[in-house]
């Protein structure tokens, strides 16, 4: 009787999406190839702040939108970048614009976030990173990038097998002073 449980019980379970290896480069073009994609997840930034939010990333082939919101969904920061233009809501409620978004976070929130290179990274795409590493899988592992006086680096810590191509789903963004862990819940690719 106690095997037929175990059997019984063994069959309900669900599994997990397994870790499917692939080529670089085909990986690769499969990422070039995603122009419009959303990630959920969470922020977690440490450095002359620290907070946590929930994280909303949206790409299109025209622009990217980043909003941060905290535990009670009262919005963070609100990004709105396009080529010529960028607008930042922040968490009063007031607009900024500029055409710089990186500046024109650092500058209004005291947050440094490379968003020009977000849009890219954040999929596991290492464009313009001066150095990068795949792991076992054909995926990047890791990527490193000055910008200005700053050497960021991304560790990408875990993948989520169930999109395809396979996204990250875990990474940690430094440079000094400043540590930002990224956890996405969900992706919705178009």
Known sequence: MFPVLLTLLSGCATQQPTERPTQWNAHEQALRQLDHYQAKGKLGYKGQQRFG??????????????????FLGSTLLKLDARPSQVTLINNEGKT??????DQLVQQLTGIDLPVTQMRDWLIGLPTAADTFQLNNNGRVS?????????????????????????????????????????VIHSWSIN
């Open 142 to 182: 890791y990527l490193a990038k000055q910008i200005n006086d700053k050497l960021w680096q991304l560790d990408y810590n875990e993948y989520d097998y169930s999109t395809t191509p396979a996204l990250p789903k875990r990474m940690v963004l430094s440079t000094t002073g400043v540590s930002i862990t990224l």
């Open 96 to 101: 900024f614009q500029g055409v710089n978004a």
């Open 53 to 70: 939010a929930n994280l909303l990333w949206e790409t299109t082939a025209s622009h990217d939108h980043l909003l941060l919101t905290n």
